[in-house]
């Protein structure tokens, strides 16, 4: 097992060596940011009472899903013109998030220190476990 740690070490570096270019000599990216990252929900309401009540996050639009009929699809502004996404899927009973091999891992959002002190509150007060 170990071998195989080290094989991919030497790997990652060989990766880095061949492509990663150092931050001052690095270009800039053609892309503006992230349009939106779309990701399932249980439940449309509580979806919003916590990502727009608790975070603060502007709902932005709520629409049915053009590829599912009776499936909600709706959006939170995260700033910088960047959208938070997601769908239900009523009826398909998808059962519990289960993390899974492949499947979502985490998403980061950058907040200032000082809305960040303000969120945890709000969180904290909640009662949402989190980590950080």
Known sequence: MTQDLDELERRRAQLRDA??????????????????????????????????DLLEFPLTDLFENRDYKGSTHFFFDIGNGNALAFFDFPGLDLGPYAEVLGGWDHLAISVPPDRWKHLKAKLDTAGVRYEI
């Open 19 to 52: 492509h990663l270019v150092q931050q001052s000599e690095r270009p800039e990216s053609s892309a503006r940011g992230v349009h939106h990252v779309a990701v399932l929900c249980s439940d449309v309401e509580q979806t919003i009472l916590f990502y727009q």
